[in-house]
């Protein structure tokens, strides 16, 4: 083996970084600015599009049944808006509805993002979000989401997978944060005698690419299978082009966590290496295997891991240590983003995109920007929020109701995009 070939070896093996969504320093909370000069101009410079279609691609805007978010703020009801989570854009795009319907939002998001750079430190807060920290349990942030609420102040907007999973037609398990802030927020309102509900509005956001498919993830797949020390693979059909892909990473994982790759079918691969970077953390710090989705393990996890690291309570070797398990709960999540049947089900032009720009995100943490996507966003219907919660019930029926509602919406856009064909 020659020297190129060994060092594409090293570079292929080793683990991708971990994009700095963690940050082992005192968490602070940054509240929403409350005034509305800024996002008034923002709205009307149009600021957001103009990022959107720079850095994310996002070329065209479309609000549908946007009436429905509308009367529900005549009616003085406090809103939660509650959209899936598919591209890092999402929480700008949601500007647009709200320039659609002529109001302001506040938005939940995870402290990281004002940690990127000062920019964003002081922009993100102007536009009204918000701080949440996912590795423990930030009660400013839910009081500040039940008095928004509670006041009907504005819109708020909420993520409740919790993070961003790129398979666009599909939703992950839902955070039960979301029916704890606005049942409080409820309450809150019939005590305190106020006028209107409070009510929850499912938002459906698709990602639809109207450029050429295969000229634009041809660089992308060329450039791994050079990773991989692949000749290229350019004449076979994008669809098996793309799959062997999958399974030359995936069985890459497998050997370094697993000794060898899996033979079982890709469903339950995906599910025994999640298991294998996870159940020994949870054996040490959870006291044994935990069988839940992906994302309530990997918050638990970082509950127990994180807080004497940050108060620095953890010698050097002690924190490298942790560090390495992070990137083990990291890759995890990485893993189950991949839904097994998502591209044989229904091999779409952009599950087919979303699917290499996830292969691309996990090798290198960045993706390319294609260009050519339009986005729509479909508000779903009120749903009414009730005090009370049918503690008999086993899945909290108001989580369950707007994961129907918010899969529903999704079922329908999915339709729009394009069955891709040789």
């Given at each position: 083996m020659g020297s190129a070939q060994l060092a594409a070896f090293e570079t292929v093996l080793d683990s991708p970084p971990m994009q700095e969504i963690v940050f082992d320093k005192p968490y602070q909370f940054i509240p929403p600015h409350r005034g509305t000069w800024w996002p008034?101009?923002?709205q009307r410079l149009r600021l957001v599009d103009w990022h959107l279609r720079s850095r994310y691609g996002v070329?065209?805007?479309?609000?549908?049944?946007?009436e429905r978010l509308r009367k529900s703020i005549d009616a003085g009801h406090g809103i939660m808006l509650t959209p899936n989570h598919a591209r890092p854009c999402d929480g700008l795009v949601i500007g647009a509805l709200a320039r659609e319907v002529?109001?302001?939002?506040?938005?939940?998001?995870?402290?990281?993002?004002?940690?990127?750079?000062?920019f964003s430190a002081w922009a993100i807060p102007k536009m009204g979000a918000f701080s949440i920290y996912r590795e423990g349990i930030d009660r400013r942030a839910i009081n500040e989401g039940i008095r928004i609420l509670e006041q009907a102040e504005r819109p708020l907007v909420v993520f409740p997978e919790?993070?961003?999973?790129?398979?666009?037609?599909?939703?992950?398990?839902?955070l039960d944060g979301v029916s704890f802030m606005a049942r409080s927020a409820a309450k809150k309102r019939v005590r305190g005698q106020r006028h209107g509900k409070v009510v929850i509005h499912p938002v459906g956001i698709k990602y639809l690419f109207g450029g050429d498919l295969a000229a634009a993830v041809e660089p992308v797949l060329s450039d791994i299978e050079h990773r991989l020390t692949w000749r290229p693979r350019g004449k076979l059909p994008l669809i098996e082009r793309i799959g062997k892909i999958g399974q030359g990473l995936l069985a890459l994982k497998e050997i370094e966590f697993m000794a060898s790759p899996g033979v079982e079918n890709l469903e339950q691969r995906l599910e025994d290496l999640v298991n294998q970077l996870l159940n020994p953390l949870e054996e040490e710090w959870l006291g044994g295997p935990l069988s839940d989705d992906v994302v309530p393990r990997v918050k638990n996890l970082r509950v127990k891991i994180m807080p004497e690291m940050v108060r620095g309570d953890v010698d050097e070797a002690e924190r490298m240590r942790r560090w390495d398990q992070l990137a083990n709960i990291y890759l995890a999540q990485q893993v189950a983003s991949y839904p097994?049947?998502?591209?044989?089900?229904?091999?779409?032009?952009?599950?087919?995109?979303?699917?290499?720009?996830?292969?691309?995100?996990?090798?290198?943490?960045?993706?390319?920007t294609h260009?050519?996507?339009?986005?729509?966003?479909?508000?779903?219907?009120?749903?009414?929020?009730?005090?009370?919660?049918d503690r008999a019930a086993k899945v909290d029926p108001l989580m369950q109701r707007i994961g129907q509602d918010l899969q529903g919406i999704l079922n329908e856009l999915a339709a729009e995009s394009p069955v891709w064909i040789e």
């Open positions: 008034w101009w923002i070329e065209s805007l479309e609000c549908r049944h946007s002529g109001c302001h939002v506040f938005v939940m998001a995870s402290w990281h993002l004002f940690q990127q750079d000062w919790g993070a961003v999973f790129r398979s666009n037609d599909r939703i992950q398990a839902l097994a049947d998502y591209v044989t089900e229904r091999p779409s032009v952009d599950r087919l995109l979303e699917t290499v720009e996830r292969f691309e995100e996990d090798l290198t943490d960045k993706v390319r260009g050519h996507l339009k986005c729509v966003m479909d508000v779903g219907e009120a749903i009414e929020v009730n005090v009370n919660r």
